[in-house]
């Protein structure tokens, strides 16, 4: 699976829009980008994936560049509840595996 | 729906001792993956069960087993435990068994502590 980079902390203020960013220089063209996060002391929790269009859906917007080196989760409102380690992964959709390769990813700070 | 249910929650052993896991998936879940999460070395990919049958497995030695049943309940096991294998350890169903399926439904985790 390909690598990824995140920067290890971010903060919103709450009612702001969260952008956090991921490279992922080395995809592969089968390669899907998925999003999870994880709240302090619970299981990860699924957001967002997509290939190379831009997607969205009820918790957030993902983006991927044209040339899918780097992608952008999007949080359009934060909320104190946002706040959590956020996970972007990407792997390849046809191992016909269901498992998933974490890294260190971002803590988002959400404040008042 | 019940989500990913795991028990025990919280458990404290000795080294030597060993230790089961279990985790209930998603009803219709086929499939059931195990990782390992501490502070140093993140999560980690312990092994992954699909109609029974184990179907991929992380690097970690051999006195991390699992299995699963024909209701797609699985267990782990960790036999002659050592400090390093304080953790918490955390099960995710998938509907079927598939990367594109895009979600795997993570449970709350079992937290492991050994002495």
């Known amino acids: 699976d390909a690598k990824t980079t995140q920067p290890p902390s971010m903060d919103c203020a709450e009612g702001r829009a969260a952008n956090l960013p991921c490279n992922h220089s080395?995809?592969?063209?089968?390669?899907?980008v998925y999003w999870y996060r994880q709240i302090h002391s619970q299981g990860p929790q699924y957001i967002i994936h997509?290939?190379?269009n831009n997607e969205t859906n009820e918790m957030a917007s993902l983006i991927i560049t044209e040339d899918r080196k780097s992608s952008t989760l999007i949080l359009p409102h934060a909320t104190l509840r946002d706040t959590a380690v956020y996970y972007c992964i990407v792997s390849a959709s046809n191992s016909g595996y269901s498992t998933l390769t974490f890294g260190k990813g971002t803590m988002l700070l959400v404040s008042p | 729906k019940a989500g990913v249910t795991q028990t025990p929650r919280y458990l404290i052993k000795t080294r030597g001792q060993q230790v089961t896991l279990s985790c209930s998936p998603i009803?219709?879940?086929?499939?059931v993956s195990w990782y390992q999460q501490t502070p140093g070395q993140g999560l980690q990919f312990l092994f992954e069960y699909f109609s029974e049958t184990q179907r991929n497995k992380g690097n970690f030695p051999g006195r991390f087993s699992g299995r699963q049943f024909s209701n797609s309940r699985s267990e782990m096991n960790v036999s002659t435990l050592e400090l390093g294998d304080s953790a918490l350890y955390l099960c995710?169903?998938?509907?079927?068994?598939?990367?594109?399926?895009?979600?795997?439904?993570f449970g709350e985790g079992s937290r492991l502590t050994v002495l």
């Open positions: 997509g290939l190379k």
């Open positions: 009803s219709g879940h086929r499939s």
């Open positions: 995710a169903s998938s509907p079927r068994g598939g990367l594109n399926t895009g979600e795997l439904f």
């Open positions: 080395t995809i592969s063209g089968n390669e899907y």
